[in-house]
């Protein structure tokens, strides 16, 4: 029964969110810190009580709260409500944190729709009539799919046919033709509902109505279509096409998702009859106590897989894990980049010999092509050719002012205004130039050569097509469309720089115990899928938003092909069979951090067939000081025969979380460190007997020689090499050093007393006088024009409590700044203490208000900072850190 964590600042919003450190700069973008909704709470209730008697109690007791949602449900009873009462709302809330009807309170935090990166959306018109795909139909060959295996699963007819997935997200727009194009029994998107209304913001009361519709967001629509898309004109299908899809909406039309909508979704999604529950949703944090993530962790518990986004805040290095994806026993996603970028270009047609009309895709250049039909020429008959119309043309060159000259193009060897110009001079008025290189089509520009009409651009790969047709002897005709009038065309480049390697954006784990986070890792880098139809049809976007939902796909088609849907059972198949990847960074050729992949690239099919079962999915050794010296895993042949297995491991590539003389954790690509863990096995070769099984104990030796003060994060993956030709691995991780003793958990350069209305935060001297109105917002909500002192609290790791308190100075009790001295505070300020924190900074006004709704008297105090160390005891004073800042006086106005 104790509060959870109490309301916490946010100063001037986009940069609070933005920036997860200050002495770095603000130039970090990570993912989106957690805001909270000032004075509104979840309880959850203790057995045989209910919202009605809790109720009657607050206004027995002359507290008024109006309630926000009901949340009674199999695996959480309880309610949320916002205090009314603004006389003394902390006071209120510690008070019902205390009664004996409540287990536990937290407050409500906001989490903001993910940031992915949209890509590429439909030109609306163009999308809905002539999108058109390239492939013909027949196998799977969606690029995503064949990474995942899910091609395979397909190949022989899985669908998830018969699985119902509850996916908690925007709405979906289930009028798009490719979700099913209706809502309700025996549509595609069959259950759901809306629970909040377009006017809801996170903040304020949410009005549910029956209807998930996607009414003016668009991620929803993105993320049913990777699960479910049907066939369609881009001939692309989601993974599992035959699922039945639930949409639980909690995002409003501005604004983010708070806690007790997402326990209230996830709940709903549970009774509803999920088989699966997915959310590409969550904000930094590196704690599994947070409400939803207990939720989470409940329902996986209960037997229903829940796979949630990692986050998108790779930039932000080592220990940035999200809620509700840190959730013990919640799937974490990653991303992967995709191998193909989906491009979109302007559509045409050209026709050869007597074949009929092909379409093709190019990009308008400068000047841009009207409607034409013309027979193309090439230059050069090889297409290879490096010097393409790089010198004049010979003699015998035909008059080239009504063809379509295709040129290839050239870097190096002379410039694009030569080739111009050499075609020009035998009368050329339109190019058409390919691509040397796999990569997307850019606008020229020949403005410079007033005799060229019209230029546009084309794939090496088209070019090549062309020059082969001409130089069979078949007549080439392309017939062109301008471009504002041009249909969309969609085509598919390989993705040389980073495909099938992890996304840059994944968020990392572990979290701040050490749980192994992420799991596995999927495609979510540039990923093609549904998008609401007034946006256009179809969009490319990257984010683990993308790689969440396959991963809960590739879940259905795995039970579904194995007849199970126990959680445990599928993160253990998953988590073998996953395909760990290099690291994207440097050589290639080592395996990249376990922090950062899981246990490597989901292979759906290998999971539905793997014979071998391990009793683990994965192993963390812990830090130095809670080091787990063996951990035993059993080997479970349900094959017909007996195998013989090879034990081994595969190191990864051993990251520091700082830098040499910084305290903040380093951002992205980290230092790393050339050493590695030893693993012994308690046999290296065992032989298990069809149904039989055997334990293997692992006895690890961590790297040595490392700066423990760096806190590297060691990670590799027991390898089990079958005779049966079954390769599986266990992904591992460990801490060389003490979380406990990690550098700092307060920054001692940024813990001190500023200027709340100076944005450039200036660090104050002994003694300021603050001139202030007198408090009247128990929220401790400033008035927008006074001059406050404001408390700066940078945190370098997370921190499960972050105290701020009072301290008075007069002359019997001196403080020097940096110490604490031994006066007692009078109390918190309000807006403190806040419970399990990411690595963020707090700015915060202190209006005189303190947390427990009394106002402090006029005088002079500082303000000492409390955070408890990571794994610290909050009863042990020696467990925390504290900073005392400069003493500043407050008087009233
Ligand atoms: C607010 O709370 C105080 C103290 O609990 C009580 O005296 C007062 O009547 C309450 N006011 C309202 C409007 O509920
Ligand atoms: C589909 O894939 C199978 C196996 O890879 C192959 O034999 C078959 O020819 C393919 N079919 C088409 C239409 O491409
Ligand atoms: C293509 O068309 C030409 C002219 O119309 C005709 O002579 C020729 O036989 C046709 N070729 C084929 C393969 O149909
Ligand atoms: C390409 O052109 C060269 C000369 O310009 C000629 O020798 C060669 O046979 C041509 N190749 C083809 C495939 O047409
Ligand atoms: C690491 O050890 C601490 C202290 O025993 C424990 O609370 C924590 O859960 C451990 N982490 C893991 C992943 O087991
Ligand atoms: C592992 O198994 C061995 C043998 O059964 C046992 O002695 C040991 O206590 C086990 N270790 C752990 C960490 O469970
Ligand atoms: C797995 O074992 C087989 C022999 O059974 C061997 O040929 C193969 O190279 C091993 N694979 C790996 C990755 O160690
Ligand atoms: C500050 O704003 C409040 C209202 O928000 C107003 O009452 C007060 O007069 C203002 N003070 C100054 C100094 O502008
Ligand atoms: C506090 O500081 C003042 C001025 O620096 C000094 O006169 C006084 O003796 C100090 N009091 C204590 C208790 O140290």
Same mark, same amino acid.
């Given at each position: 029964?104790?509060?959870?964590?109490?309301?916490?600042?946010?100063?001037?919003?986009?940069?609070?969110?933005?920036?997860?450190?200050?002495?770095? /700069?603000?130039?970090?973008?990570?993912?989106?810190?957690?805001?909270?909704?000032? *004075?509104?709470?979840?309880?959850?209730?203790?057995?045989?009580?209910?919202?009605?008697?809790?109720?009657?109690?607050?206004?027995?007791?002359?507290?008024?709260?109006?309630?926000?949602?009901?949340?009674?449900?199999?695996?959480? +009873?309880?309610?949320?409500?916002?205090?009314?009462? $603004?006389?003394?709302?902390?006071?209120?809330?510690?008070?019902?944190?205390?009664?004996?009807?409540?287990?536990?309170?937290?407050?409500?935090?906001?989490?903001?729709?993910?940031?992915?990166?949209?890509?590429?959306?439909?030109?609306?018109?163009?999308?809905?009539?002539? %999108?058109?795909?390239?492939?013909?139909? /027949?196998?799977?060959?969606?690029?995503?799919?064949?990474?995942?295996?899910?091609?395979?699963?397909?190949?022989?007819?899985?669908?998830?046919?018969?699985?119902?997935?509850?996916?908690?997200?925007?709405?979906?727009?289930?009028?798009?033709?490719?979700?099913?194009?209706?809502?309700?029994?025996?549509?595609?998107?069959?259950?759901?509902?809306?629970?909040?209304?377009?006017?809801?913001?996170?903040?304020?009361?949410?009005?549910?109505?029956?209807?998930?519709?996607?009414?003016?967001?668009?991620? =929803?629509?993105?993320?049913?279509?990777?699960?479910?898309?049907?066939?369609?004109?881009? *001939?692309?299908?989601?993974?599992?096409? /035959?699922?039945?899809?639930?949409?639980?909406?909690?995002?409003?039309?501005? =604004?983010?998702?708070?806690?007790?909508?997402?326990?209230?979704?996830?709940?709903?999604?549970?009774?509803?009859?999920?088989?699966?529950?997915?959310?590409?949703?969550?904000? #930094?944090?590196? &704690?599994?106590? @947070?409400?939803?993530?207990?939720?989470?962790?409940?329902?996986?518990?209960?037997?229903?897989?829940?796979?949630?986004?990692?986050?998108?805040?790779?930039?932000?290095? %080592?220990?940035?894990?999200?809620?509700?994806?840190?959730?013990?026993?919640?799937?974490?996603?990653?991303?992967?980049?995709?191998?193909?970028?989906?491009?979109?270009?302007?559509?045409?047609?050209?026709?050869?010999?007597?074949?009929?009309?092909?379409?093709?895709?190019?990009?308008?250049?400068?000047? @841009?092509?009207?409607?034409?039909?013309?027979?193309? &020429?090439?230059?050069?008959?090889?297409?290879?050719?490096?010097?393409?119309?790089?010198?004049?043309?010979?003699?015998?060159?035909?008059?080239?002012?009504?063809?379509?000259?295709?040129?290839?193009?050239?870097?190096?060897?002379?410039?694009?205004?030569?080739?111009?110009?050499?075609?020009?001079?035998?009368?050329?008025?339109?190019?058409?130039?390919?691509?040397?290189?796999?990569?997307?089509?850019?606008?020229?520009?020949?403005?410079?050569?007033?005799?060229?009409?019209?230029?546009?651009?084309?794939?090496?790969?088209?070019?090549?097509?062309?020059?082969? %047709?001409?130089?069979?002897? +078949?007549?080439?005709?392309?017939?062109?469309?301008?471009?504002?009038?041009?249909?969309?065309?969609?085509?598919?480049?390989?993705?040389?720089?980073?495909?099938?390697?992890?996304?840059?954006?994944?968020? &990392?784990?572990?979290?701040?115990?050490?749980?192994?986070?992420?799991?596995?890792?999927?495609?979510?880098?540039?990923?093609? @899928?549904?998008?609401?139809?007034?946006?256009?049809?179809?969009?490319?976007?990257?984010?683990?938003?993308?790689?969440?939902?396959?991963?809960?796909?590739?879940?259905?088609?795995?039970?579904?092909?194995?007849? $199970?849907?126990?959680?445990?059972?599928?993160?253990?198949?998953?988590?073998?069979?996953?395909?760990?990847?290099?690291? #994207?960074?440097?050589?290639?050729?080592?395996?990249?951090?376990?922090?950062?992949?899981?246990?490597?690239?989901?292979?759906?099919?290998?999971?539905?067939?793997?014979?071998?079962? %391990?009793?683990?999915?994965?192993?963390?050794?812990?830090?130095?000081?809670?080091?787990?010296?063996?951990?035993?895993?059993?080997?479970?042949?349900?094959?017909?025969?007996?195998?013989?297995?090879?034990?081994?491991?595969?190191?990864?590539?051993?990251?520091?979380?700082?830098?040499?003389?910084?305290?903040?954790?380093?951002?992205?690509?980290?230092?790393?460190?050339?050493?590695?863990?030893?693993?012994?096995?308690?046999?290296?070769?065992?032989?298990?007997?069809?149904?039989?099984?055997?334990?293997?104990?692992?006895?690890?030796?961590?790297?040595?020689?490392?700066?423990?003060?760096?806190?590297?994060?060691?990670? =590799?993956?027991?390898?089990?090499? =079958?005779?049966?030709?079954?390769?599986?691995?266990?992904?591992?991780?460990?801490?060389?050093?003490?979380?406990?003793?990690?550098?700092?958990?307060?920054?001692?350069?940024?813990?001190?007393?500023?200027?709340?209305?100076?944005?450039?935060?200036?660090?104050?001297?002994?003694?300021?006088?603050? $001139?202030?109105?007198?408090?009247?917002?128990?929220?401790?909500?400033?008035?927008?024009?006074? $001059?406050?002192?404001?408390?700066?609290?940078?945190?370098?790791?997370?921190?499960?409590?972050?105290?701020?308190?009072?301290?008075?100075?007069?002359?019997?009790?001196?403080?020097?700044?940096?110490?604490? @001295?031994?006066?007692?505070?009078?109390?918190?300020?309000?807006?403190?203490?806040?419970?399990?924190?990411?690595?963020?900074?707090?700015?915060?006004?202190?209006?005189?208000?303190?947390?427990?709704?009394?106002?402090?008297?006029?005088?002079?105090?500082?303000?000492?900072?409390?955070?408890?160390?990571?794994? /610290?005891?909050?009863?042990?004073?020696?467990?925390?850190?504290?900073?005392?800042?400069?003493?500043?006086?407050?008087?009233?106005?």
């Amino acid at each position: 029964m104790k509060l959870q964590y109490a309301l916490l600042a946010l100063f001037g919003g986009a940069l609070a969110q933005d920036a997860p450190h200050l002495s770095h /700069g603000l130039d970090a973008v990570a993912d989106v810190e957690p805001s909270m909704v000032p *004075g509104a709470y979840i309880v959850e209730f203790e057995d045989n009580e209910d919202a009605g008697s809790f109720y009657g109690d607050l206004r027995s007791q002359n507290m008024e709260a109006e309630p926000r949602l009901d949340l009674t449900y199999s695996l959480f +009873k309880g309610c949320s409500f916002q205090l009314k009462n $603004t006389s003394d709302v902390d006071v209120a809330a510690q008070r019902i944190s205390e009664m004996p009807k409540i287990r536990k309170m937290w407050p409500v935090r906001i989490h903001e729709i993910p940031k992915d990166e949209l890509i590429w959306a439909g030109n609306a018109e163009a999308a809905r009539s002539s %999108l058109r795909k390239r492939q013909e139909p /027949g196998n799977d060959t969606f690029s995503p799919h064949v990474m995942t295996q899910v091609d395979k699963l397909r190949a022989e007819g899985f669908t998830g046919a018969g699985i119902r997935i509850g996916v908690v997200d925007s709405g979906v727009d289930y009028n798009h033709p490719a979700l099913g194009g209706c809502f309700g029994e025996g549509c595609l998107i069959s259950y759901g509902t809306d629970l909040v209304g377009d006017e809801y913001n996170g903040g304020n009361t949410p009005v549910p109505d029956p209807d998930p519709l996607e009414s003016c967001g668009s991620h =929803g629509t993105h993320v049913a279509g990777i699960i479910a898309a049907q066939e369609n004109e881009l *001939g692309f299908t989601g993974a599992a096409p /035959g699922v039945t899809l639930g949409m639980y909406r909690v995002f409003g039309c501005n =604004g983010g998702a708070s806690d007790d909508v997402l326990i209230a979704a996830f709940n709903r999604a549970f009774e509803d009859g999920s088989d699966i529950i997915t959310a590409s949703i969550g904000s #930094a944090s590196g &704690w599994s106590e @947070s409400p939803w993530a207990v939720l989470a962790q409940r329902i996986v518990e209960a037997g229903v897989p829940v796979t949630i986004a990692a986050g998108n805040g790779g930039s932000a290095g %080592l220990f940035y894990s999200s809620t509700a994806a840190d959730g013990k026993e919640v799937t974490a996603v990653a991303s992967v980049d995709n191998t193909e970028t989906p491009i979109i270009l302007s559509g045409a047609t050209f026709r050869a010999g007597n074949g009929s009309a092909e379409s093709f895709g190019w990009q308008d250049g400068f000047p @841009s092509y009207g409607n034409v039909s013309l027979p193309l &020429w090439a230059v050069s008959n090889n297409t290879e050719v490096e010097d393409d119309a790089c010198n004049a043309l010979p003699d015998d060159t035909p008059d080239l002012a009504n063809y379509m000259v295709l040129i290839r193009e050239t870097w190096t060897s002379c410039s694009l205004f030569e080739q111009a110009q050499n075609l020009a001079a035998k009368g050329a008025r339109y190019i058409m130039v390919y691509s040397s290189v796999p990569d997307v089509p850019i606008p020229l520009n020949v403005q410079s050569v007033p005799e060229i009409i019209s230029i546009g651009m084309v794939t090496s790969e088209q070019g090549a097509e062309w020059v082969n %047709l001409l130089n069979e002897g +078949k007549r080439v005709t392309v017939d062109m469309t301008e471009y504002f009038r041009a249909p969309a065309f969609l085509d598919f480049i390989p993705s040389t720089a980073r495909g099938g390697l992890l996304s840059e954006f994944t968020s &990392w784990g572990p979290t701040w115990e050490v749980d192994l986070k992420p799991q596995v890792a999927a495609p979510g880098g540039n990923i093609l @899928s549904t998008y609401p139809l007034n946006l256009g049809g179809y969009a490319v976007e990257s984010g683990t938003s993308m790689s969440c939902p396959l991963t809960a796909a590739a879940y259905a088609l795995v039970a579904e092909a194995r007849g $199970t849907l126990d959680p445990s059972t599928l993160e253990r198949l998953f988590s073998s069979t996953a395909s760990p990847k290099v690291w #994207a960074e440097g050589s290639r050729d080592r395996l990249a951090p376990v922090a950062q992949q899981g246990a490597g690239l989901i292979q759906a099919y290998d999971a539905a067939y793997a014979t071998t079962i %391990l009793s683990v999915a994965s192993i963390s050794f812990n830090d130095t000081d809670n080091f787990v010296p063996s951990a035993n895993f059993t080997i479970e042949n349900l094959g017909s025969e007996e195998v013989t297995y090879e034990l081994d491991h595969r190191q990864a590539v051993t990251m520091y979380t700082f830098k040499e003389g910084e305290l903040y954790p380093a951002s992205y690509p980290n230092p790393i460190a050339d050493a590695y863990a030893a693993l012994e096995f308690s046999e290296s070769k065992v032989t298990v007997p069809a149904g039989g099984s055997k334990e293997i104990t692992v006895i690890p030796t961590p790297p040595s020689g490392l700066d423990e003060k760096l806190l590297p994060v060691y990670s =590799g993956y027991i390898t089990v090499n =079958g005779t049966s030709g079954e390769l599986l691995s266990i992904p591992y991780l460990g801490v060389v050093g003490s979380m406990y003793a990690a550098p700092s958990v307060l920054d001692p350069d940024w813990v001190f007393v500023s200027n709340w209305s100076d944005f450039m935060l200036p660090k104050l001297v002994e003694n300021t006088v603050f $001139t202030i109105p007198y408090p009247t917002d128990p929220t401790g909500e400033p008035q927008i024009n006074a $001059t406050y002192p404001a408390s700066v609290i940078q945190l370098n790791v997370g921190t499960a409590l972050l105290r701020c308190d009072l301290v008075p100075h007069n002359d019997s009790a001196n403080a020097t700044a940096g110490d604490v @001295s031994k006066v007692p505070p009078i109390g918190s300020i309000a807006r403190f203490p806040v419970e399990f924190t990411s690595r963020r900074y707090f700015i915060t006004a202190f209006t005189g208000m303190l947390a427990d709704g009394s106002v402090a008297p006029e005088g002079r105090y500082s303000f000492r900072v409390r955070a408890l160390k990571i794994f /610290g005891d909050a009863a042990k004073e020696e467990d925390y850190e504290a900073v005392e800042t400069v003493p500043f006086e407050i008087v009233y106005t």
